[in-house]
């Protein structure tokens, strides 16, 4: 496999209900994150993971709870969500240049489109 | 407050002509800009970058303009083919940080 692949594609979940998003990157990169993607509204960066340490949470509630157990693979652990948490959401992986201008450009897979009723 | 921002919704251009998409953002601390494109069902694909040290970069038939005094950037497609509809996103970011802040998109469509 190739890129960055994220699994479910799609997931109907209740309020009550735990679940989790995966990802996967095949590129060899240092970094992954997560972004939000709702109707009519930019892409809203959650997490990001470097050499998996997670660097940045962007004032994301805790019902969501990020996991990187190695540099490859990401996770999204979802408890308790709320139907306004219905979005797709995105993970991406980028090669970073510490300590130089950003020139990792991301690499995003396919979305989650996550459904909470 | 948005800091980035991609006033036109929606641009319909005819086969063969030029397309130009917009954005502008608030934050002179932003120092590396993206192009991406995005289609339906599909996560977003990388099209074009360019540093604060640029004011141009060109690949093919895509290229990008940066002007620092206006914090505006923007992209420039010709000639516009249908294969190129799609919703496109402008990035900024920061050396130093991972926050690649996107506008909410341009949906473009190429006429026949």
């Known amino acids: 496999e190739t890129g960055v692949t994220q699994t479910p594609r799609h997931l109907v979940m209740g309020m009550t209900n735990k679940k989790s998003l995966k990802c996967e990157q095949h590129?060899?990169?240092?970094?992954m994150y997560w972004y939000k993607q709702s109707a009519k509204k930019p892409l809203e960066l959650m997490f990001v993971?470097?050499?998996?340490?997670?660097?940045e949470n962007n004032s994301v509630p805790s019902r969501f709870s990020p996991e990187c157990p190695n540099s490859s693979h990401l996770f999204l652990h979802l408890h308790t969500l709320q139907p306004e948490d219905s979005a797709l959401y995105l993970c991406?992986?980028?090669?970073?240049?510490?300590?130089?201008?950003?020139?990792?450009?991301?690499?995003f897979g396919e979305g989650s489109r996550l459904t909470v009723l | 407050d948005q800091q980035v921002k991609q006033n036109s919704p929606s641009l319909s251009v005819q086969e063969g002509r030029i397309s130009i998409l917009n954005c502008d953002y608030t934050?002179?601390?932003?120092?590396?800009f993206l192009w991406y494109k995005k289609y339906p069902a599909e996560g977003p694909t990388f099209l074009i970058s360019?540093?604060?040290?640029?004011d141009k970069n060109e690949d093919g038939r895509f290229t990008v303009f940066l002007n620092k005094s206006a914090k505006h950037l923007s992209l420039h497609i010709v000639p516009s083919q249908p294969g190129d509809s799609a919703v496109y996103f402008c990035?900024?970011?920061?050396?130093?940080?991972?926050?690649?802040?996107f506008g909410t998109g341009t949906r473009l469509k190429v006429l026949a």
């Open positions: 993971y470097s050499l998996e340490e997670r660097v």
């Open positions: 360019i540093s604060s040290i640029k």
């Open positions: 990035a900024v970011s920061t050396s130093g940080t991972y926050k690649y802040i």
């Open positions: 991406a992986s980028s090669q970073e240049t510490f300590g130089a201008l950003a020139t990792g450009e991301l690499f």
């Open positions: 934050n002179s601390m932003f120092d590396y």
């Open positions: 590129l060899g990169h240092n970094a």
